[in-house]
């Protein structure tokens, strides 16, 4: 089984930063993309951004300047580092990973529960 559980969400005041982070557990053979997506009120789930094993990056052009994906491979860690936050930004955010168990022939997607970042103006 697979776990991917996020931590950093809160409340900030519009042009404030937050970090979240997403730890991966279990019997992982190998976790390739990584990304955070968002889910506000009333709206689809979009992506936010997202990384590959070997760093590649892609934003969503609502956070491109103010947002920066990163991981830690070691740690099965994946962070998103938010600047210049904007009450836009107001959602749910979930940390989803590409992970391929061990004794798996393939990878499969994983989803967090998620964590409330609510941006005040």
């Known amino acids: 089984q697979v776990q991917l559980v996020e931590s950093g969400g809160g409340l900030v005041q519009a042009g404030g930063s937050l970090t979240l982070s997403c730890a991966a557990s279990?019997?992982?053979?190998?976790?390739?993309?990584m990304g955070w997506y968002r889910q506000a009120p009333g709206k689809q789930r979009e992506l936010v951004a997202s990384i590959t094993s070997d760093g590649t990056t892609r934003y969503a052009d609502a956070v491109k300047g103010r947002f920066t994906v990163s991981r830690d491979n070691a740690k099965k860690m994946v962070y998103l580092q938010m600047d210049r936050l904007k009450p836009e930004d107001t959602a749910r955010y979930f940390c989803?990973?590409?992970?391929?168990?061990?004794?798996?022939?393939?990878?499969?997607?994983?989803w967090g529960q998620g964590t409330q970042v609510t941006v005040s103006s």
């Open positions: 279990g019997i992982i053979f190998s976790i390739n993309a």
């Open positions: 989803n990973g590409r992970i391929q168990m061990v004794l798996s022939t393939k990878p499969s997607d994983y």
